[in-house]
Nanobody, 124 residues
Framework: QLRLVESGGGLVQAGGSLRLSCVAS????????MGWFRQTPEKEREFVAV???????DYADSVKGRFTISRDSAVNTVSLQMSTLKPEDTAVYYC??????????????????WGQGIQVTVSS
């Protein structure tokens, strides 16, 4: 079983930055994609960013140019650097792992493993 734990969330003012991290433990895969999603009470869970095991990335239009997904030097850790945050970025953020290591999946049902989620609140 693969376990995902998010950290780094919190409260920040509009225009500020936060860095989320996701640590994976348990079983490992040679090829995979690691994604970030977010959800508010008013909206369905939506795609934010994804990084493929060999370095490819993709972003939602709403965060392109402001968020960066990367693999940390720590083993099995992927981060989401969020800059120029806006109140509409407020959500619970989830990391997820897909065993699809060939594409850059955006669909929720392409991901088999999910973290518990972490709150990010951006005040205006």
């Amino acid at each position: 079983q693969l376990r995902l734990v998010e950290s780094g969330g919190g409260l920040v003012q509009a225009g500020g930055s936060l860095r989320l991290s996701c640590v994976a433990s348990g079983r490992t895969f040679r090829t995979y994609s690691m994604g970030w999603f977010r959800q508010t009470p008013e909206k369905e869970r939506e795609f934010v960013a994804v990084r493929r095991w060999n370095g490819g990335t993709d972003y939602a239009d709403s965060v392109k140019g402001r968020f960066t997904i990367s693999r940390d030097s720590a083993v099995n850790t992927v981060s989401l650097q969020m800059s120029t945050l806006k109140p509409e970025d407020t959500a619970v953020y989830y990391c997820a792992v897909s065993r699809d290591g060939s594409g850059l999946p955006r669909q929720l049902n392409r991901y088999e493993y999910w973290g518990q989620g972490i709150q990010v609140t951006v005040s205006s």
